[in-house]
């Protein structure tokens, strides 16, 4: 079994920065790809970031040179580095890792931004 881990969120203002952990746990063979999504009240969930297992990163356009993904493969751990915060970036914000060949998610963590 695996577990995910999620932390890191808050209440921020406008303009702000806020960093994500998403740490797994339990019996793990592979990492493949690990992401972020997220999911404002009333909208679907949405691709933030995705870095594979090489370090291949991908962006949304809307966070593109505001956020940055990045991993640590001795820790089992993805991280999401959040600034120039805006209010429409809040949402609650989910990590995906692709361990074992299955698709795992973690429990949300809540990111709202607001003065």
């Known amino acids: 079994q695996v577990q995910l881990v999620e932390s890191g969120g808050g209440l921020v203002q406008p303009g702000g920065s806020l960093r994500l952990s998403c740490a797994a746990s339990?019996?793990?063979?592979?990492?493949?790809?690990m992401g972020w999504y997220r999911q404002a009240p009333g909208k679907e969930r949405e691709l933030v970031a995705t870095i594979t297992s090489r370090g291949s990163r991908n962006y949304a356009d809307s966070v593109k040179g505001r956020f940055t993904i990045s991993r640590d493969n001795a820790k089992n751990t993805v991280y999401l580095q959040m600034n120039s915060l805006k209010p429409e970036d809040t949402a609650v914000y989910y990590c995906k890792l692709v361990v074992n060949e299955y698709n795992y998610w973690g429990q949300g963590t809540q990111v709202t931004v607001s003065s």
């Open positions: 339990g019996i793990i063979f592979s990492i493949n790809a």
